[in-house]
């Protein structure tokens, strides 16, 4: 597979968050309401960065299309399955104790909820891909690598509403919601690489090499 379609696909398995603030000025509540979502987000966390390592893996030249259908589609299916849970363990804590934090909340959830459902599809895509034609396998590979860089820079809005201000201070406190050690073997029981969440993969899309492949797919940098 070539470079710009292993940028793409590791750029749509983008971790949520983003948080990086430290400062002290929330309150308890709000970090008692940060902490009930981030001990139940890191799992989900370490899944998204797994079921993206294991997609790098399968970037090399030399990768069969079965190979690559088969890895894809449990990664797929795996990161559906862990923004399904997000969105569960944010609607499960409740709003948070600020203002308009009802609004916050549900927008997240509904984000959540929709990336879960976005990924579903794109495994049920890939698993309808014809490997025996390695020609038509990549045209379909670029498709769907098109549709991952949409999921990643598009309907964020809530999410970053939610990690801005006095909840995004709390939640950037607790370690269930930084990003997991990285690891250049999740598939032997390592925590797996940390992908940035920003969400904007465009340019390294264009360019063929992010900086996440450099640090975690020598594969796919080669």
Not at 30 to 39: E, G, I, P, T
Not at 128 to 148: P, W, Y
């Amino acid at each position: 597979m070539n470079k710009k379609f292993a940028a793409a696909l590791s750029g749509g398995a983008v971790l949520v968050l983003t948080l990086s603030g430290c400062s002290d000025d929330s309150d308890d509540k709000v970090n008692d309401w940060a902490k009930k979502v981030c001990d139940q987000v890191q799992p989900q966390l370490q899944k998204i960065a797994n079921a993206n390592a294991a997609i790098q893996e399968q970037t090399a030249d030399n990768s069969k299309p079965a190979d690559v259908q088969k890895t894809d589609s449990a990664a797929f299916q795996q990161i559906s399955q862990a923004y399904k849970a997000l969105g569960a363990a944010v609607d499960s804590a409740g709003p948070p104790p600020v203002d308009d934090g009802e609004t916050t909340q549900k927008e997240a959830v509904k984000e959540l909820n929709a990336s879960s459902t976005a990924y579903a599809g794109l495994k049920t895509k890939v698993d309808g891909l014809n490997t025996k034609d390695q020609a038509e396998f990549a045209d379909g590979l670029k498709g769907i690598a098109d549709e991952l860089n949409k999921i990643s820079t598009n309907g964020d809005q809530a999410l970053k509403k939610l990690q801005s201000g006095e909840v995004g201070s709390a939640m950037s406190k607790q370690k269930g919601c930084q990003k997991p050690t990285a690891s250049s073997s999740p598939a032997a029981g390592q925590p797996a690489p940390a992908v940035d969440g920003s969400g904007k993969e465009s340019p390294e899309s264009e360019s063929g090499t992010s900086e996440k492949e450099k640090e975690t797919s020598p594969k796919a940098s080669s």
